[in-house]
Nanobody
Framework: QVQLVESGGGLVQAGGSLRLSCAAP????????MGWFRQAPGKEREFVAA????????YYADSVKGRFTISRDNAKNTVYLQMNSLKPEDTAVYYC????????????WGQGTQVTVSS
């Protein structure tokens, strides 16, 4: 079992930045692709970004391209999501995920961290 722990969420004004972190304490996750998803109130969970296990390939939803950057540090068992130029529509609970096919079928999920962007 892989336990994922997100942090870094909070309240920010539109145009601001936040960095989310996802750690897998006590467990190496270097063999998994990692991803971020989000779920806004009343909406289904949606894909945000993903990074391959070695960090060489990244993937983004069209809605966040050019504003969000996913990265990972396998030595620290941590994946990051740098979010810039935040918009009110980015408000959601953000979830970290891990798995071989993380974009389509993640095997593991974190508990989520709230991101609220005020206008």
């Amino acid at each position: 079992q892989v336990q994922l722990v997100e942090s870094g969420g909070g309240l920010v004004q539109a145009g601001g930045s936040l960095r989310l972190s996802c750690a897998a304490p006590g467990r190496t996750f270097s063999s998994y692709a990692m991803g971020w998803f989000r779920q806004a109130p009343g909406k289904e969970r949606e894909f945000v970004a993903a990074i391959s296990w070695f960090g060489g390939s990244t993937y983004y939803a069209d809605s966040v391209k050019g504003r969000f950057t996913i990265s990972r540090d396998n030595a620290k068992n941590t994946v990051y999501l740098q979010m810039n130029s935040l918009k009110p529509e980015d408000t959601a609970v953000y979830y970290c995920a891990a798995g071989a096919q993380v974009v389509t079928s993640p095997n593991y999920w974190g508990q989520g961290t709230q991101v609220t962007v005020s206008s």
